[in-house]
């Protein structure tokens, strides 16, 4: 199905840096926030033993489907990051001590980052793909640490794995192997291609 140039594209995201690398990239957009409870469908795939590459999936598809629902005609990309840790997702964390634990847990320890996207148009999905990024945090002191949380809670709060890569977090690691666009929660390399492969974007 070939979509063409006068296709809106709407991202169904609130996510100021998701936003900016696409502006940056000279994409025109518009953003629709979704409203799905993400707990919840979190909850049951955790009951289910879902892998966390199928639940960051499963979230940036509801997120397309929800607004695709709402506006015929355009194409809405879902996005959604998760944090892989021996198997276990991390999530955002509640609190600057819930932070302080995470990182504490993932030091000298390697961890993946998984960013999803979806989109859809007129309700059904057109294209998907889950980046990774393998990641090892290095063996930072309790001192730095603490630190760390307290410096840069504010940002950090908002953050999977409770470190931001693009702020002072660059500090807490010794090797990243996978694309930094999939670190900062958007594939856009492949996003680019496909958009690009449908006249959505001059390629």
């Known amino acids: 199905r070939v979509v063409h140039m006068n296709t809106h594209i709407i991202l ?37 033993q879902a892998a966390p590459r199928d639940i960051a999936d499963t979230l940036a598809e509801a997120k397309a489907r929800k607004v695709s629902g709402k506006c015929p005609g355009d194409m809405v990309l879902g996005c959604d990051q998760v944090l892989d840790f021996e198997g276990r997702l991390l999530s955002k964390p509640e609190t600057a001590d ?38 090892v945090m ?32 660059v500090r807490l690691f010794t090797t990243i192997d996978g694309s930094y666009f999939n670190v900062l929660g958007l594939p856009m390399l492949e996003l680019m291609n496909y958009l690009g492969l449908q006249g959505i974007i001059e390629q």
């Open 12 to 48: 169904a995201s609130r996510s100021e840096i998701r936003a900016q690398l696409l502006r940056q990239a000279g994409v025109d957009f518009r953003v629709e926030v979704a409203r799905v409870d993400e707990d919840a469908i979190k909850a049951a795939l955790l009951a289910e």
């Open 98 to 135: 819930d932070a302080l634990k995470q990182l504490r847990a993932m030091r000298g320890k390697r961890h993946v980052l998984l960013s999803a996207a979806v989109i859809y148009k007129d309700g059904e999905p057109l294209w998907r793909h889950v980046g990774q990024v393998r990641l």
């Open 138 to 169: 290095r063996q930072a002191s309790d001192a730095y640490l603490e630190g760390y949380v307290d410096r840069n809670w504010d940002s950090i709060r908002h953050a999977v794995g409770a470190y931001k890569l693009e702020e002072e977090g």
